[in-house]
């Protein structure tokens, strides 16, 4: 059974930095995929950024260039680096495990943490 326990969200004025972690219990298998996603009030849910066991990264377009994913395997955690933080990065984030077998997808979900950014 995996399970995902997030970290590091807050308040922090526009033009400022979080960093979110993700501690995954369970056995983390290499073609896993971890992923950030958000959830604005009244939107759906977005992917942030992603990462495989490998390090390849994938950044959604309003966080490219400002958000780094990471991962250090030896800790199973993995982080989310946001600089220049803007109101409109507001939100829910959830870290995901991503685990795909030849028949099904099967998606993991941590409870979430707030992201509040003031302008």
């Known amino acids: 059974q995996v399970q995902l326990v997030e970290s590091g969200g807050g308040l922090v004025q526009a033009g400022g930095s979080l960093r979110l972690s993700c501690a995954v219990s369970?056995?983390?298998?290499?073609?896993?995929?971890m992923g950030w996603y958000r959830q604005a009030p009244g939107k759906q849910r977005d992917l942030v950024a992603s990462?495989?066991?490998?390090?390849?990264?994938n950044y959604g377009d309003p966080v490219k260039g400002r958000f780094t994913i990471s991962r250090d395997n030896a800790k199973n955690t993995v982080y989310l680096q946001m600089n220049s933080l803007k109101p409109e990065d507001t939100g829910v984030y959830s870290c995901?495990?991503?685990?795909?077998?030849?028949?099904?997808?099967?998606?993991?979900w941590g409870q979430g943490t707030q992201v509040t950014v003031s302008s």
């Open positions: 990462i495989t066991t490998g390090g390849s990264t």
């Open positions: 995901s495990l991503t685990r795909r077998t030849f028949t099904n997808e099967y998606r993991y």
């Open positions: 369970g056995t983390i298998f290499g073609g896993d995929v």
